[in-house]
């Protein structure tokens, strides 16, 4: 099993910042991906961003050149910065990390709420 604890959520300002966090603890061996989901309401669940072991890196179109995502291995831990926020961020984020070899397993965390005022 693994668990994932997120943190770093708030309400912003339209044009704000701010920054998740997403530590990941227990039977861990090989962190294959670990990344963020957004799900807004009424709408499905999306890839916001995720990052490879080998560091390759996928960013959803509506947030290339705001968001960035980054790890520190030692503590299996991936952040999110989140620059000029738009209410149209608005969602509960989700991280989620995929390990194992040569079977595969998924795990989810619980989800922090950011909402951005216009």
């Known amino acids: 099993q693994v668990q994932l604890v997120e943190s770093g959520g708030g309400l912003v300002q339209a044009g704000g910042s701010l920054r998740l966090s997403c530590a990941a603890s227990?039977?861990?061996?090989?962190?294959?991906?670990m990344g963020w989901y957004r799900q807004a309401p009424g709408k499905q669940r999306e890839l916001v961003a995720d990052?490879?072991?080998?560091?390759?890196?996928d960013y959803a179109d509506s947030v290339k050149g705001r968001f960035t995502i980054s790890r520190d291995s030692a503590k299996n831990t991936i952040y999110l910065q989140m620059n000029s926020l738009k209410p149209e961020d608005t969602a509960i984020y989700y991280c989620?990390?995929?390990?194992?070899?040569?079977?595969?397993?998924?795990?989810w965390g619980q989800g922090t709420q950011v909402t951005v005022s216009s």
């Open positions: 990052l490879t072991s080998g560091g390759d890196t």
């Open positions: 227990g039977s861990i061996f090989r962190i294959n991906v």
């Open positions: 989620n990390v995929h390990v194992g070899w040569p079977r595969e397993y998924e795990y």
